[in-house]
C-alpha cells in the first residue's frame, strides 16, 4: 500500500458511520442472539467448524444481519461475493456464479454469497440461484428485515436454514454503546463523559436496533460542545439526537400489556380506547403485521358467527398491512379497529372447538355410527357401512351423527345477537 493508498483508507475509516466502524470480526465480539450463536449453539459450531450451510438471516433491522454474514466471510476458508438485491440483477448473480466455478475448479475454494434484502428479489431473480445453492456453487447467506415464508421462493427456502434473529435487548443496546464509547479510536480522543439518564435514553429509543442507538449516540457526539475539555453527553443531548419522540416501550412488559389493553378494548366495544393502544404500539415501534395478526385472531376469537364479515375485514387489513407498510397502513389499521370494536361480539364458536378439544384429549374416541361410515368400496354395505344414511338433500329427516356415547353433548351454544341469532333460532326450532 502507497502513502496515497493508506491517506485514503483513513480517511475512510474517520469519515465512517460510527456503527461502521464497530462492526465486529469476530463472533466473540459480536453481541446479542446467543439463541443462535451463544456457546454450543448449532451457528456457532457451524461457523468454527467451516461448515457453513445456505442461509437466510430473518429479523427487523439493526439486529446483525449483515455483521454476522461479515463473520462469517472473516472466520471461514471461503471467498466472499456480496450482492445487494436493491441493486442487482440476474446479470449480477451470473458474474457471481462464474467466478465461484472458477474458484471451485482452480482453488477448491466454496464462495460465499451473501445476498442483502433478499426479498427485494423477484422470482426469476430468485430462481437464478436454484441450482447453484443446490449443487453447492455457492453457499447462501440472505439477509431480510421481511417474513422469508411470505417474501422467497418456496423452492429457494427448502434449500437454506431460516434463522431468525431477534430484537436486541436492552442489556445488548448497553453493551454495545459501552463499547462504543471504549473502543472506537475516534471517540477515545474525546474525552467522553456521558451520565447514566442518557444511556437509558439511548437504549430506550433504540427498540432493539443497534444501529439506530449508535447513530444517535454519534449525532449526540458530533453535536455536542468541549465544556473544561470534556464532551458532556446529558439526556437532552441523546433526546435531541433521536429522530423521532423517546417513548417507553419495554419489549417485555410493556410489549405484552399494550397488546393486552388494545384486545381488551376492542372486547368491551371502547372504539377510543382500543384507537389510543393502536397509536401507542404505532409510535412505539411495534410491528404492524403482529397487530394485524391478533386482529384476525379477535374477529375470530371474539366476534365470531355474531359478525361472520369481521373476519374478511380483519384480513384485508392484514393483507394491506403487508402490501402498504408503514406509515399509510396506518389507516388500515384505524379502519379494521373501528370495524372490529363497534361489532356485536360472540365467543361461541371459541368456546365450542376448545369443549370438542377437551373430550378428544380425554379420550373420549368412540365408534362412528355405521351409516356415517365410507361406503364407496365393494362390500362396504355387507359391512352395514353407510347403510341408512339419509341424504339431507332429499329427507330432512333426524339422523344422528354423534357416536351414541356422546349423543346428547352440546359443544355449540348460539347467542341471539347479530347474525348469529339467526342459528339461535334455528338451532332452537329443532329442539
Known sequence: MDLFEYNLQLQKENSSPLANRLRPKSLDKYFGQSHVVGERKLLNRLIKADKIPSMIFYGPPGTGKTTLAEIISNQTNSLFERLSAISSGVKDIREVISTAKNNLSMYNKKTVLFIDEIHRFNKSQQDALLGYVEDGTITLIGATTENPFFEVNKALLSRCQIIELKPLTDTDIRNIIENALTEDKKFREMNIQIDEKAIDVLVNSANGDARSALNALEIAVESSDLVNGCLIIDEDAIKNSVFKPVLKYDKEEDHYNVISAFIKSMRGSDIDAALY???????????????????????????????????????????????????????????GVIYLAS????????????????????????????????????????????????????????????????????????????????IYKKTRSKE
Open 343 to 422: 361489532s356485536e361480539k360472540s365467543n361461541t364458536s371459541y368456546v365450542a372447538i376448545d369443549k370438542a378439544l377437551e373430550d378428544i384429549r380425554q379420550n373420549k374416541i368412540y365408534d362412528i355410527p355405521s351409516h356415517l361410515k365410507d361406503a364407496h368400496y365393494n362390500g362396504a354395505k355387507s359391512l352395514d357401512r353407510g347403510v341408512g344414511y339419509k341424504y339431507p338433500h332429499n329427507d330432512d329427516s333426524y339422523q344422528q351423527y354423534l357416536p351414541d356415547e356422546l349423543k346428547n353433548q352440546k359443544y355449540y351454544d348460539p347467542k341471539d345477537i347479530g347474525y348469529e341469532s339467526k
Open 277 to 335: 393502544y393502536l397509536a401507542r404500539m404505532i409510535e412505539s415501534g411495534e410491528d404492524p403485521k403482529f397487530i394485524a395478526r391478533r386482529m384476525v385472531i379477535f374477529a375470530s376469537e371474539d366476534i365470531g358467527l355474531a359478525n361472520p364479515e369481521a373476519l374478511t375485514v380483519a384480513i384485508n387489513v392484514f393483507n394491506a398491512v403487508n402490501l402498504i407498510g408503514l406509515p399509510e397502513c396506518r389507516i388500515n389499521l384505524s379502519n
